[in-house]
């Protein structure tokens, strides 16, 4: 399969955008994102880096496509401190994968409320700009790594390989730490997690008794509340969780019903 003419890649991307149903921004950044995973896979095989791991909303959307909220950031873990991070993503960087090639921009934001920094990657197709990614970089504190089918569609059709598998924390993990940031003291912009917690929940996607486990073990290790923490949601959530609830066709879209729905899938988790 050889590589697409710049200009033809973005009229193929606009037809198939509009064949399936999507919004030409979202099958951008999936392009992107796969391009990312791609070069990740590659570094590995190399033995560049050892693994990696995808979290957040952007490893909801490889696993649901679709199904998912949509996210613009790319939440990865690689082992080592801040620094190191950013040495081994500079490293991972250098590698290409088909035509798609990576620069990372200099400007670094250091989180303070989370080990994490933020980074952003311009991502090039032949000689043209495609996108600039944002990455969260943070640990790869996953136990449990998940190799994932992406089930992200569009591509294909584009002409583009797609990589056969990409590694995602695993759910029970991914469950455990969206339940930690949605119910913690620095909560103020998490209800997307509330509606990602249920969602796994609506697809019958949670192992409640793992989940427990690795909750317990993220809360005792961030010590920042305990667990089970309390089910009461802000009441400044609501038309937040309406409108995400709304976008993702959820059963549900008031608020109210969302917050008791949330209640019920933790009381499961906390009984195991």
């Not at 797609?162 to 455990?176: L, W, Y």
Request: charged residues 30%; hydrophobic residues 45%; glycine residues 6%.
């Amino acid at each position: 399969m050889s590589p697409q003419p710049p200009q033809r890649l973005e009229k193929i991307l606009a037809r198939v955008a509009r064949e399936q149903g999507l919004e030409q921004e979202r099958l951008r950044r999936w392009v992107s994102f796969l391009a990312l995973c791609g070069v990740l896979e590659q570094a590995v095989e190399r033995g560049v880096i050892d693994t990696y791991s995808l979290k957040g909303g952007v490893a909801m959307e490889l696993r649901f496509a679709r199904a998912a909220r949509t996210t613009k950031d790319f939440d990865l873990g690689l082992v080592g401190n801040r620094a190191e991070r950013i040495r081994k993503l500079e490293e991972v960087l250098k590698l290409a994968f088909d035509a798609f090639t990576f620069r990372l921009k200099p400007e670094i934001h250091q989180m303070e409320l989370a080990d994490t920094v933020r980074v952003e990657v311009a991502v090039q197709y032949k000689t043209r700009s495609w996108q600039t990614v944002g990455i969260d970089l943070g640990p790869a504190e996953a136990r449990e790594i998940d190799l994932v089918a992406p089930a992200i569609t569009g591509i294909a059709e584009m002409g583009l390989p797609v990589t056969p598998n990409v590694r995602c924390i695993s759910i029970p993990e991914q469950v455990a730490q969206k339940l930690h940031a949605c119910t913690g003291p620095q909560k103020e912009d998490r209800a997307r997690d509330v509606l990602d917690i249920l969602l796994l929940a609506m697809l019958g996607q949670i192992d409640y008794r793992r989940t427990r486990a690795a909750a317990e073990r993220i809360f005792a290790k961030r010590a920042a509340h305990s667990f089970p923490p309390s089910a009461v949601l802000p009441v400044e959530w609501r038309l937040e969780l309406e409108s995400l609830a709304q976008e993702l066709g959820y059963r549900t879209t008031k608020g109210e019903e969302v917050e008791a729905e949330f209640a019920v899938v933790l009381q499961a988790i906390v009984k195991g």
